[in-house]
């Protein structure tokens, strides 16, 4: 393994005994440039042939007030495969909040724990106080990667190759983008939306493969919401309206505080893909609080919606946290929310909307074969989370045609990323590839890179290849194969 070290960003984050910048939430400030990784166990599959991505919360700054780990700076980390062997690298996002506070050297804007006055300079986000960090998802489009902002900001290109930021998207609207913009890979267009605190409070977009901006109409609402993901049908996109949003009244004092509100149901807009909203249904179901979807697909007169159903959205703080953290440490455990695998059909011929429980085992963050969105699919791959913690110790495989499951548990201590599906080139069937993921160890204090076959994910990884650092855990990653990038190609 080459590895070069790139001159470090200026950081002023001084120790503290923060549950989220310790142990597998330690940030990482390192850049750097990594050839031929070592292989730990196993043999990279010669066929895996193209490119992880994975965003993540590092903060670098010293915080201003109560750091909670959604302010942490976009950093991509990507493992390239090629040929049996494998490359790294990381940055972080060049954004324009990372830029100022460089220039800085110390923070300028609060957090999403911080009353919005303590920022320094005007914010971003449905917000509007927060560093727009870029820090949440990252896609591929167009053959370029973008990375996003879990509360709105504006969407930063880099190059898939050299993780060089080129930076903002041109059509990134007023209102910005959402952190889940999805890409139909059968088409190449990306679909967004964002939702902001002033009427009409949400739209939706859709991006050509050729980058161009094609549609941008408004999804009118009753007030602010918090919707975090969507998805989409060969057909439609599917957004939502949850009654999990910010205290109404708090808000016009400028207090963003988030409540479950009883009496009001889960709904649910289908929207012709190149639509208008005069063309917009909605649909009502149980109220609840859904972070992400899996797939969606039309079935007859049906549109099927699978995610993670939120038996508890709004928790009480954790008795047993540390003190001053109980309130944080509520809203980052999965455990806490109680979300469960969930299937949501909604009829466009009846209005009706019927919902099914698929599995009562607590899992988020799930991935399946990209080839498959918004088409009829059959295996999905889920998270399983420490209780008490923002952290993947698993992952389960569901054969959704036969309820059948399979689930492999990392080894204590050992917590991974989200772990996009990597088809295999010629695959012949749906489940034909790979899921790959970065892990921390903490026992060893090492990272690692899992490449797991998805026919056999009970039987754990066919490879384990060693990054050149200890990676802090993050949010979201995909995989995308040669055929789909463009960029320089990189040069270490
Ligand atoms: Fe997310």
């Given at each position: 393994m080459i590895v070069e070290r790139l001159t470090g960003v200026i950081s002023s984050l001084e120790p503290s005994n923060h549950p989220y910048l310790?142990?597998?939430?330690?940030?990482l400030n390192e850049e750097v440039n990594a050839q031929d990784l070592s292989v730990v166990e196993g043999a990279i599959p010669?066929?895996?042939d193209g490119i992880y991505l994975r965003n993540t919360e590092n903060q670098i700054h010293q915080p201003l007030g109560r750091f909670h780990p959604f302010d942490g700076d976009g950093m991509i980390h990507q493992i390239d495969f090629h040929g049996g062997r494998a490359d790294y690298r990381n940055r972080f996002v060049r954004t324009r909040c990372f830029a100022a506070e460089q220039e800085a050297k110390g923070s300028l804007w609060g957090g999403?724990?911080?009353?919005?006055?303590?920022?320094l300079r005007p914010g971003f986000g449905a917000?509007?106080?927060?560093?727009?960090?870029?820090s949440t998802d990252v896609v591929v489009h167009a053959g370029m990667a973008l990375s996003t902002f879990y509360q709105c900001g504006e969407g930063y290109r880099l190059d898939?190759?050299?993780?060089?930021?080129?930076?903002?998207?041109?059509?990134?609207?007023?209102d910005g983008i959402s952190a889940h913009a999805k890409v139909d890979e059968a088409t190449g267009e990306l679909m967004f939306f964002n939702y902001s605190k002033?009427?009409?409070y949400m739209h939706y977009g859709v991006v050509d493969r050729?980058?161009?901006?094609t549609r941008y109409i408004p999804v009118p609402l009753p007030g602010p919401r918090l919707p975090h993901d969507m998805a989409f049908t060969e057909r439609f996109s599917i957004l939502n309206d949850l009654?999990?949003?910010?205290d109404p009244g708090l808000l016009k004092r400028n207090i963003h505080a988030v409540r479950l509100h009883e009496g009001i149901p889960s709904r649910f807009a289908i929207i012709?893909?190149?639509?208008?909203?005069?063309?917009i249904r909605w649909f009502e179901a149980t109220p609840t609080y859904v972070l992400h979807w899996l797939n969606a697909y039309e079935e007859g007169e049906e549109i099927i919606l699978d995610g993670y159903f939120q038996e508890n959205p709004t928790p009480q703080p954790?008795?047993?946290?540390p003190p001053g953290f109980e309130h944080m440490m509520a809203y980052l455990d999965e455990w806490s929310f109680q979300p469960k695998l969930h299937r949501w059909r909604f009829n466009l011929a009846t209005g009706a909307t019927r919902e099914e429980r698929l599995d009562d085992r607590i899992l988020e963050f799930g991935v399946f074969n990209q080839q498959y969105a918004g088409r009829k699919y059959r295996y999905a791959y889920s998270t399983t989370a420490k209780p008490g913690w923002f952290l993947f110790n698993g992952f389960v495989k569901h054969d959704l045609e036969t309820g059948e499951s399979v689930e492999l548990t990392l080894p204590a201590g050992v917590f991974a990323s989200e772990a996009p599906f990597a088809p295999r080139p010629g695959?012949?069937?749906?489940?034909?590839g790979y899921l790959v993921t970065f892990v921390t160890d903490e026992n060893r204090g090492t990272s690692e890179c899992l490449v797991i076959d998805a026919q056999r994910?009970?039987?754990?990884?066919?490879c384990r290849i060693a990054l050149p650092h200890k990676i802090c855990s993050g949010t979201h990653a995909c995989w995308a194969p040669r055929s789909q990038l463009k960029g320089k190609s990189a040069q270490l």
């Open positions: 310790n142990g597998a939430w330690t940030p010669p066929d895996l999403l724990a911080d009353p919005p006055a303590l920022s917000h509007g106080a927060l560093k727009d960090a870029s898939p190759h050299t993780l060089e930021t080129l930076g903002v998207e041109g059509w990134t609207p007023l002033h009427a009409p050729d980058n161009r901006l009654p999990v949003f910010w012709p893909r190149h639509g208008q909203t005069s063309d954790k008795a047993d946290a695959a012949r069937s749906e489940d034909d994910l009970a039987d754990g990884p066919v």
